[in-house]
Protein backbone atom coordinates (compact mmCIF):
# COMPACT_ATOMS: atom_id res chain seq x y z
CA UNK A 1 0.00 0.00 0.00
CA UNK A 2 1.97 3.49 -0.99
CA UNK A 3 -1.19 5.70 0.32
CA UNK A 4 -0.79 7.91 3.90
CA UNK A 5 -0.47 5.74 6.66
CA UNK A 6 -1.31 7.01 10.25
CA UNK A 7 -0.45 5.37 13.99
CA UNK A 8 -2.19 4.50 15.63
CA UNK A 9 -5.78 4.57 13.81
CA UNK A 10 -8.07 4.82 17.58
CA UNK A 11 -6.22 6.28 21.02
CA UNK A 12 -8.35 6.60 24.24
CA UNK A 13 -6.40 8.28 27.55
CA UNK A 14 -7.27 10.08 30.35
CA UNK A 15 -7.14 13.83 30.67
CA UNK A 16 -3.75 15.16 31.52
CA UNK A 17 -1.68 12.55 29.68
CA UNK A 18 0.71 12.97 26.83
CA UNK A 19 -0.28 11.23 23.04
CA UNK A 20 1.84 11.36 20.16
CA UNK A 21 0.61 10.20 16.55
CA UNK A 22 2.67 8.88 13.70
CA UNK A 23 1.74 9.89 10.20
CA UNK A 24 4.14 8.20 7.32
CA UNK A 25 3.39 10.03 3.74
CA UNK A 26 3.20 9.12 0.08
CA UNK A 27 6.83 8.18 -0.64
CA UNK A 28 7.62 11.02 -3.39
CA UNK A 29 5.67 13.46 -1.58
CA UNK A 30 7.25 16.82 0.08
CA UNK A 31 4.72 18.29 2.04
CA UNK A 32 2.82 16.65 4.93
CA UNK A 33 -0.38 18.33 6.44
CA UNK A 34 -1.64 17.96 9.94
CA UNK A 35 -5.71 18.91 10.65
CA UNK A 36 -8.59 18.18 13.29
CA UNK A 37 -11.89 16.90 12.42
CA UNK A 38 -14.99 17.04 14.79
CA UNK A 39 -18.13 15.64 14.56
CA UNK A 40 -20.30 17.48 11.83
CA UNK A 41 -17.32 19.84 10.60
CA UNK A 42 -14.99 19.37 7.99
CA UNK A 43 -11.07 19.37 9.07
CA UNK A 44 -9.50 21.87 10.64
CA UNK A 45 -6.04 22.95 9.54
CA UNK A 46 -3.12 22.72 12.17
CA UNK A 47 0.10 22.68 10.50
CA UNK A 48 2.32 21.83 7.44
CA UNK A 49 5.78 20.57 6.57
CA UNK A 50 7.72 21.16 3.48
CA UNK A 51 10.34 18.19 3.62
CA UNK A 52 11.78 19.04 7.54
CA UNK A 53 10.81 22.55 7.48
CA UNK A 54 7.51 23.55 9.61
CA UNK A 55 6.00 26.26 6.94
CA UNK A 56 2.97 27.43 9.42
CA UNK A 57 1.28 26.74 12.54
CA UNK A 58 -2.50 27.69 12.63
CA UNK A 59 -4.10 29.66 15.99
CA UNK A 60 -5.75 26.48 16.86
CA UNK A 61 -2.53 24.86 17.81
CA UNK A 62 -1.71 25.54 21.35
CA UNK A 63 1.33 25.50 23.18
CA UNK A 64 0.18 22.03 24.41
CA UNK A 65 0.67 20.95 20.25
CA UNK A 66 4.27 19.90 18.96
CA UNK A 67 4.72 18.49 15.47
CA UNK A 68 8.07 17.27 13.94
CA UNK A 69 9.46 16.07 10.90
CA UNK A 70 12.52 15.65 11.79
CA UNK A 71 13.99 14.00 8.06
CA UNK A 72 11.72 14.94 5.48
CA UNK A 73 9.99 11.78 6.12
CA UNK A 74 7.65 10.88 8.80
CA UNK A 75 5.88 12.87 11.15
CA UNK A 76 5.13 13.37 14.32
CA UNK A 77 2.04 15.23 16.73
CA UNK A 78 2.14 14.77 20.38
CA UNK A 79 -0.28 16.71 22.77
CA UNK A 80 1.05 17.60 25.80
CA UNK A 81 -1.76 17.39 28.79
CA UNK A 82 -4.64 16.61 26.98
CA UNK A 83 -8.11 18.07 27.28
CA UNK A 84 -11.29 16.45 26.68
CA UNK A 85 -12.00 18.91 23.73
CA UNK A 86 -8.91 17.36 22.04
CA UNK A 87 -11.31 14.42 21.63
CA UNK A 88 -11.32 14.53 17.81
CA UNK A 89 -10.41 12.56 14.27
CA UNK A 90 -6.41 13.61 13.69
CA UNK A 91 -5.77 13.52 9.71
CA UNK A 92 -2.42 13.50 7.90
CA UNK A 93 -2.14 14.30 4.44
CA UNK A 94 0.48 14.80 1.84
CA UNK A 95 1.32 16.38 -1.31
CA UNK A 96 3.65 16.93 -4.06
CA UNK A 97 5.13 20.61 -4.78
CA UNK A 98 5.15 20.58 -8.35
CA UNK A 99 3.74 23.40 -10.62
CA UNK A 100 -0.17 23.07 -10.62
CA UNK A 101 -0.43 19.41 -8.90
CA UNK A 102 -0.96 19.88 -5.54
CA UNK A 103 -3.56 17.36 -4.34
CA UNK A 104 -3.26 16.52 -0.83
CA UNK A 105 -4.43 13.16 -0.30
CA UNK A 106 -5.48 11.88 3.35
CA UNK A 107 -4.34 9.09 5.76
CA UNK A 108 -6.69 7.08 7.75
CA UNK A 109 -6.90 9.50 11.13
CA UNK A 110 -6.42 8.49 14.07
CA UNK A 111 -9.22 9.12 16.39
CA UNK A 112 -8.76 10.61 20.06
CA UNK A 113 -10.66 10.09 22.33
CA UNK A 114 -10.08 11.89 26.32
CA UNK A 115 -11.37 10.33 29.09
CA UNK B 1 -11.06 34.69 7.79
CA UNK B 2 -11.41 32.52 4.62
CA UNK B 3 -14.42 30.67 4.71
CA UNK B 4 -15.76 28.12 2.55
CA UNK B 5 -20.01 27.41 2.79
CA UNK B 6 -21.84 24.54 2.11
CA UNK B 7 -25.07 23.95 2.40
CA UNK B 8 -25.48 21.25 5.18
CA UNK B 9 -28.34 18.95 3.91
CA UNK B 10 -29.54 16.01 3.85
CA UNK B 11 -29.40 16.02 0.20
CA UNK B 12 -31.81 13.26 -0.93
CA UNK B 13 -31.76 11.92 -4.27
CA UNK B 14 -33.72 8.99 -6.04
CA UNK B 15 -31.11 6.23 -7.57
CA UNK B 16 -29.85 7.07 -11.07
CA UNK B 17 -30.59 11.07 -10.75
CA UNK B 18 -28.29 13.72 -10.82
CA UNK B 19 -26.81 14.90 -7.65
CA UNK B 20 -26.02 18.69 -7.68
CA UNK B 21 -23.86 20.00 -4.62
CA UNK B 22 -22.98 23.27 -4.38
CA UNK B 23 -19.96 25.60 -2.33
CA UNK B 24 -18.97 29.28 -2.25
CA UNK B 25 -15.93 30.56 -0.95
CA UNK B 26 -14.56 33.99 0.27
CA UNK B 27 -11.33 34.33 -1.02
CA UNK B 28 -11.56 35.66 -4.38
CA UNK B 29 -7.86 34.76 -4.57
CA UNK B 30 -8.04 30.95 -4.16
CA UNK B 31 -6.25 29.24 -6.72
CA UNK B 32 -7.07 25.71 -6.25
CA UNK B 33 -10.40 23.53 -5.44
CA UNK B 34 -11.07 20.28 -4.23
CA UNK B 35 -13.78 17.63 -3.47
CA UNK B 36 -13.95 15.04 -1.09
CA UNK B 37 -16.15 12.21 -0.29
CA UNK B 38 -16.08 10.81 3.08
CA UNK B 39 -17.88 7.55 4.74
CA UNK B 40 -19.03 7.93 8.24
CA UNK B 41 -15.78 7.29 10.48
CA UNK B 42 -13.68 7.28 7.37
CA UNK B 43 -10.77 9.63 6.10
CA UNK B 44 -11.50 11.93 3.53
CA UNK B 45 -10.94 10.90 -0.29
CA UNK B 46 -10.31 13.08 -2.92
CA UNK B 47 -12.65 12.55 -5.67
CA UNK B 48 -12.48 15.92 -7.89
CA UNK B 49 -9.62 19.00 -8.64
CA UNK B 50 -10.55 22.29 -11.00
CA UNK B 51 -8.19 24.57 -11.48
CA UNK B 52 -9.39 26.90 -14.27
CA UNK B 53 -12.83 28.14 -14.60
CA UNK B 54 -15.13 25.85 -16.44
CA UNK B 55 -16.18 22.07 -16.22
CA UNK B 56 -14.12 19.15 -16.03
CA UNK B 57 -15.52 15.54 -16.19
CA UNK B 58 -14.11 12.12 -14.18
CA UNK B 59 -16.56 9.53 -15.13
CA UNK B 60 -19.86 9.67 -13.36
CA UNK B 61 -18.70 13.29 -11.78
CA UNK B 62 -18.50 17.29 -13.11
CA UNK B 63 -16.88 19.59 -11.35
CA UNK B 64 -18.21 23.28 -12.19
CA UNK B 65 -15.89 26.72 -11.54
CA UNK B 66 -17.03 30.05 -11.81
CA UNK B 67 -14.51 32.32 -10.05
CA UNK B 68 -16.48 35.38 -10.75
CA UNK B 69 -18.84 34.01 -8.51
CA UNK B 70 -16.91 32.74 -6.41
CA UNK B 71 -18.93 29.34 -7.01
CA UNK B 72 -18.04 25.56 -7.32
CA UNK B 73 -19.99 22.78 -7.68
CA UNK B 74 -19.79 19.35 -8.14
CA UNK B 75 -22.67 16.92 -10.42
CA UNK B 76 -22.91 12.81 -9.97
CA UNK B 77 -24.69 11.79 -12.56
CA UNK B 78 -26.68 8.53 -12.62
CA UNK B 79 -26.36 8.50 -8.53
CA UNK B 80 -26.10 5.15 -6.55
CA UNK B 81 -27.02 4.41 -3.01
CA UNK B 82 -22.47 3.99 -2.62
CA UNK B 83 -22.39 7.72 -3.38
CA UNK B 84 -24.13 8.63 -0.17
CA UNK B 85 -21.75 10.43 1.91
CA UNK B 86 -20.33 13.35 3.29
CA UNK B 87 -19.10 15.77 0.28
CA UNK B 88 -16.55 18.31 1.55
CA UNK B 89 -15.70 20.98 -0.66
CA UNK B 90 -12.09 22.66 -0.26
CA UNK B 91 -9.96 25.33 -1.32
CA UNK B 92 -6.62 26.08 -1.69
CA UNK B 93 -5.89 30.40 -0.86
CA UNK B 94 -2.70 30.25 -2.84
CA UNK B 95 -2.10 27.39 -4.69
CA UNK B 96 -0.16 24.41 -2.95
CA UNK B 97 -0.96 25.41 0.62
CA UNK B 98 -3.02 24.51 3.46
CA UNK B 99 -6.86 23.10 2.41
CA UNK B 100 -9.94 25.29 3.70
CA UNK B 101 -13.57 22.84 4.01
CA UNK B 102 -16.48 23.74 4.03
CA UNK B 103 -18.67 21.83 6.85
CA UNK B 104 -19.72 19.52 3.89
CA UNK B 105 -22.98 18.34 2.46
CA UNK B 106 -24.74 14.99 3.10
CA UNK B 107 -25.76 13.29 0.53
CA UNK B 108 -28.45 10.18 0.27
CA UNK B 109 -29.19 8.22 -2.41
CA UNK B 110 -32.36 6.67 -2.13
CA UNK B 111 -32.76 3.33 -3.73
Known amino acids: DTGVSQDPRHKITKRGQNVTFRCDPISEHNRLYWYRQTLGQGPEFLTY????????KSRLLSDRFSAERPKGSFSTLEIQRTEQGDSAMYLC?????????????FGPGTRLTVT | QKEVEQNSGPLSVPEGAIASLNCTYS??????FFWYRQYSGKSPELIMFIYSNGDKEDGRFTAQLNKASQYVSLLIRDSQPSDSATYLC???????????FGKGTRLSVIA
Open chain 1, 93 to 105: ASSFLSGRAHEQY
Open chain 1, 49 to 56: FQNEAQLE
Open chain 2, 90 to 100: AVSPSGNTPLV
Open chain 2, 27 to 32: DRGSQS
